[in-house]
C-alpha cells in the first residue's frame, strides 16, 4: 500500500453512494480498507471494473445476522483504527456492533457513521436521498437559472461532497487527534450538516446583501453576464468567469466589445448585457474559441463531456485520469510529493478476499473453516 494512510487498518461495512466513496478515498491515500459484505451477497467472481467507487480495496463476506458473524466483525475491529458505516440511526447498534460494543472492544477505534439527516433530530430515521439533504440544507434553493424550477447538481453536493468527502476528512481528523489523546472517537457525518457547510460563503453573502435569494440573479448562479456558460455555433459550449477587472477587460478584448456595449456591475441589465454574449459565442464554434481563448487569463473552458475531458491535454499532462480494467476514471486525489496515493487493486466482488483477509488480520485456518462451517462468512 502506498500513500500518506499506508499502515492504517479500516474496516468499511458495505453500503451505497457515499460509503463507498469514502473507502475510495481512504484507499486511494494508502490505507488497508476492508470493506465487510453481507454473505447473501457473494456470488463468487471478482468484481466489476466499472464499479469505481469500490476500487482499491478487498472484501470478506460476513453474515451479519449470524451471532459467529458478528463476533467475526468485532475481532476485525480489534485490529482496525477505524471502521465507518452508512445505515440509518439505529440499524448498527441493533445488529450487535454500534459505536458503545466496538469502542469496548478497542477504545482507540475511531467510529464513522455516514447518515442523510444525522444521528439525532425529527427526520433522523427517514428515508432520503441527496435531492432531499441539499434541499433542506438550504442549498438546492439557490441552483439553477432565474424563472427555472432548482436544478439538481447530480449528487455532487449531498451524497459525494457534503457526504463521502466529509466523513473521510472527519475520520482522518479523528485518527490525528487520537495521536495525542489514545482515545477513539465517534464521527457523525451528516449528508444535511455537509451541504450546509459548503454554503457557509454565501450565507455571508446573504446576510452582506451581496447574494439575493432570488435564483439566477446572483454573480455565481448564472445570473452575470460575465459568469456563465454559453452555447456556440456547433451546440457546444463554453465557459467564462471573468469577475476581476483585468480578466474582464480580456473578456472584452477578445469577443470586440467595449466597456460601454458590455458594462460589468450595472446588475440591473444583467440579462440584456447577457444576450450579447449569447450572439458572440454563436458566431463560432467550441473549437474555434477555445484557439482564441484558452490558455488566455480571461478565465475560459470548454464544457466537456465525461470522455473528453480524458483526451484534455491539461488532464493528460497532469494524468488526472488513469484506465484500470478498461475503464477511465479520475486518479487519486489530492497529490502529495512524498507519498503518493495510488489504486491498490481492482474493484473487489462481494467475500472475494475472504480467506486471504481473514488470515491477515489474525485468524487461524482452523478458525476460518469453522466459521465458514458455520455459515459466519463466505
Known sequence: MAGPLSGFKIVEIAGIGPGPYCGMLLADLGADVLRVDRAESVSGGT?????????????????????????????????ADALFEG???????????????????NPRLVYG??????????????????????????????????????????????????GGLLLAY??????????????????????????????????????????????????????????????????????????????????????????????QWERERWPELKQKLVAVFKTKTRAEWCTVLEGTDVCFAPVLTMMEATEHPHHRARSTFVELGGVPQPAPAPRFSRTPGAVARPPAAAGQHTDEVLADWGFADDDVAALKSAGAVK
Open 87 to 105: 445505515f440509518r440511526p439505529g440499524v448498527m447498534e441493533r445488529l450487535g456492533i454500534g459505536p458503545d460494543v466496538c469502542l469496548a472492544r
Open 170 to 263: 472527519g475520520m482522518v481528523c479523528a485518527l490525528l487527534e487520537r495521536e495525542r489523546s489514545g482515545r477513539g472517537q465517534v464521527v457523525d457525518a451528516a449528508m444535511i450538516d455537509g451541504a450546509a457547510s459548503l454554503m457557509s460563503v454565501f450565507f455571508g453573502a446573504r446576510h452582506s446583501g451581496f447574494w439575493t435569494d432570488e435564483r439566477g440573479a446572483n454573480m455565481l448562479d448564472s445570473g452575470a453576464h460575465f459568469y456563465d456558460a454559453y452555447e456556440t455555433k456547433d451546440g457546444q459550449y463554453v465557459t467564462v468567469g471573468s469577475i476581476e477587472p483585468q480578466f474582464y477587460a480580456l473578456l472584452l478584448q477578445h469577443t470586440g466589445l467595449t466597456a460601454e456595449e458590455l458594462p
Open 113 to 162: 457513521r455516514m447518515t442523510g439527516w444525522g444521528q439525532e433530530g425529527p427526520l433522523a430515521k427517514v428515508a432520503g436521498h441527496d435531492i432531499n439533504y441539499i434541499a433542506l440544507g438550504g442549498a438546492l434553493a439557490h441552483i439553477g437559472r432565474r424563472g427555472q424550477p432548482p436544478t439538481p447538481p447530480l449528487n455532487l453536493v449531498g451524497d459525494f461532497g457534503g
Open 47 to 79: 468484481g466489476a471494473p466499472a464499479d469505481i467507487a469500490s476500487r482499491g480495496r478487498r472484501s470478506v463476506g460476513v453474515d451479519l445476522k449470524n451471532a459467529q458473524g458478528i463476533e467475526t466483525v468485532l475481532r476485525l475491529v480489534e485490529r
